[in-house]
């Protein structure tokens, strides 16, 4: 896995930022309010990266990237540029003369969420995480140990707040399924029911999504055309928007017939967030920060679910596919 790793690279991440505003909570309804209820707010984050480099796109990954609307030219034209720290490492060793300073933002800005997490005591959320951990690490934080354990003790000391895996989360739960897009549903869907009937534990709870945060593109390299010179599009794009828009109305009630099909129709209208519904605020389904969302989204409802106590003893334990056992990594207390 190491090696499979530090031979391929990410493209993009996301990062949501979830925080619970002091202000109280908004109307929800214009006359019926939930008797406990919970805001947060959501910030949601995009980065495309681009490793300095020979680009290299395997069938398959290329193929999974155009059907999911991914740009290639967008991330040639606006990707970051990024050298792995254990890359940065063997140049140095190698003592290359005259050799170009390496551009190390996305380092830097990681160096800077550490310290954010540690000294704020946050707790880094993920689902299905061990890759994204390992790709984070190799990426932006150090290069990997030879060894698994030195990785998993080091991961515990860049993250002494904690990892959460909402894939694990939702097993612990009893999830009829635990991919990402089913456990954010049926979160959702438990979140709506809880209009009627929320407790002090299992409150109600919103989460208001501000506008992403983009990277400005890069206009120095687009070449300018006069307005009136330009071919039109619009029919085109909006042809591509209303088919887009169909088939995520589709896979939305697909998931509404199941849910109901699981848990019986709900007492209060269902007005799921995963509707997309906050198309402007959150993009398509395979956008890093739409998962990230989707992550953050679901662990709000785990917060709210787990009784505090059980809560603590899921941390730092990440789901792996076809084992009984989570993997551990040692809690920093």
Same mark, same amino acid.
């Given at each position: ?38 805001? =947060?707010?959501?910030?949601? =984050? ?35 540029? +990024? ?49 994204? &951990?390992?790709?984070?690490? !190799?990426? +932006? ?55 009627? /009937? ?5 409150? =109600? ?19 300018? &055309? ?55 605020? &959150? /993009?398509?389904? !395979? ?26 003893? @899921?941390?730092? @334990? ?6 009984? !056992? ?8």
């Amino acid at each position: 896995m190491k090696k499979v790793i530090e031979e391929h690279s990410i493209v993009s991440f996301g990062i949501s930022i979830m925080k619970n505003p002091l202000a109280s909570s908004p109307v929800v309804h214009p006359t019926i309010e939930p008797k406990y209820s919970q805001s =947060y707010e959501c910030d949601n =984050y995009n980065f495309l990266t681009l490793k300095e480099g020979p680009l290299v796109f395997g069938p398959g990954n290329a193929q999974f990237l155009a059907t999911s609307g991914f740009s290639i030219d967008r991330l040639i034209q606006e990707g970051i540029p +990024f050298v792995p720290p254990g890359d940065i490492q063997k140049e140095n060793q190698e003592e290359q003369l005259h050799a170009p300073v390496k551009d190390t933002k996305l380092i830097q800005l990681w160096r800077a969420i550490l310290g954010i997490l540690k000294y704020n005591n946050i707790p880094l959320i993920l689902h299905n995480g061990l890759h994204d &951990i390992m790709y984070l690490y !190799h990426s +932006f934080i150090d290069r990997l140990p030879k060894k698994f354990s030195s990785f998993v003790n080091s991961v515990s000391n860049y993250f002494p707040s904690g990892i959460y895996d909402t894939k694990y989360l939702a097993a612990e739960l009893n999830f009829n399924a635990t991919f990402l897009s089913y456990v954010f549903a049926r979160s959702d869907r438990l979140r709506q029911n809880r209009f009627i /009937e929320s407790t002090e534990k299992e409150p =109600y709870f919103e989460v208001i999504v501000n506008h992403p945060a983009q990277q400005q593109p890069n206009t120095s390299a687009t070449k300018k &055309i006069k307005l009136d010179d330009a071919p039109s599009f619009d029919d085109d794009n909006d042809e591509k928007k209303l088919k887009k828009q169909k088939k995520k109305d589709v896979i939305c009630k697909a998931y509404a017939h199941v849910l109901d099909w699981e848990m019986g129709v709900s007492q209060y209208p269902q007005t799921y967030t995963s509707d997309f519904t906050q198309e402007d605020a &959150i /993009e398509g389904a !395979h956008s890093a920060h739409f998962d990230a969302y989707m992550t953050a989204f679901s662990f709000c409802y785990f917060l709210h679910t787990f009784p505090p106590v059980k809560l603590q003893e @899921k941390i730092n @334990k990440i789901k792996l596919d076809f084992m009984e !056992h989570p993997l551990r990594f040692p809690f920093k207390k």
